[in-house]
């Protein structure tokens, strides 16, 4: 079955209950059919705290011999050094996220010959190799509510982007989790509707999932 026809339908019996009792947190902003919005803590604004009073400091005269006021010479300041500017990819963006794990591709991106479309890629692996995260953010899922691709963990990344690994046999951080470029995230295995262990990955823009080969780093081989 298309899977973008299984997100419809979680969608769509997912999205109305929840809408009722939560109208103010949609159910998905990602178009997942789970709900991926982290919570944040709410914080009371307290008293400014009060500025120290500024101390008069006592200022220092010279004269010469002569009994003149002489101007002391004016300490060097320190040379500027600009700051590093942010790495920017402009419209390219090849490079920008880091290979979740080392495998043969199975499947690509886009529509099959059989009338399907795969909204990432599939890579295959052995039972238990690591899964790791393509790019710093925070873990805004982390469950199997989605059981066609069992063990499912998203990460939100800057710039409105999200990055899915589906199949996992087990995943090693929980939702809310800050996590590092290249950290284990997760073990792969075949959870869901795939006999043999793999790894599906995916890479989104917003809720429109884009072609992984256009933003994963160059591998060797």
């Known amino acids: 079955m298309d899977r973008r026809f299984k997100f419809a339908v979680v969608l769509v019996l997912g999205f109305g209950p929840l809408a009722a009792c939560t109208p103010d947190t ?8 789970v709900n991926d919005r982290v919570s944040s803590t709410r914080t009371t604004r307290s008293a400014p705290a009060p500025q120290p009073q500024r101390q008069a400091t006592a200022k220092t005269y010279i004269f010469d011999e002569g009994g003149n006021y002489a101007v002391p010479a004016p300490k060097p300041r320190p040379a500027y050094t600009p700051a590093a500017k942010p790495v920017s990819y402009g419209t390219d963006y090849s490079g920008r996220f880091a290979w979740p794990a080392n495998g043969r591709v199975i499947a690509t991106f886009g529509s099959a010959s059989d009338g399907q479309r795969n909204d990432g890629i ?60 290249g950290q284990v995230i997760g073990y792969a295995g075949h959870t869901g509707d795939v006999s043999t262990s793999q790894l599906h990955f995916e890479i989104r823009r917003g809720t429109t999932p884009v072609n992984p080969g256009s933003y994963l780093t160059q591998r060797n081989s």
């Open 26 to 33: 949609p159910e998905t902003q990602f178009g997942w059919g």
């Open 122 to 181: 599939n890579i295959a692996l052995p039972a238990g190799a690591p899964i790791r995260a393509a790019a710093g953010g925070t873990v805004t899922y982390s469950g199997d509510e989605l059981k066609n691709y069992g063990n499912l963990l998203l990460i939100k990344h800057s710039d409105g982007y999200v990055t899915a690994y589906a199949h996992a046999e087990q995943l090693l951080v929980p939702r809310g989790a800050v996590v590092s470029k």
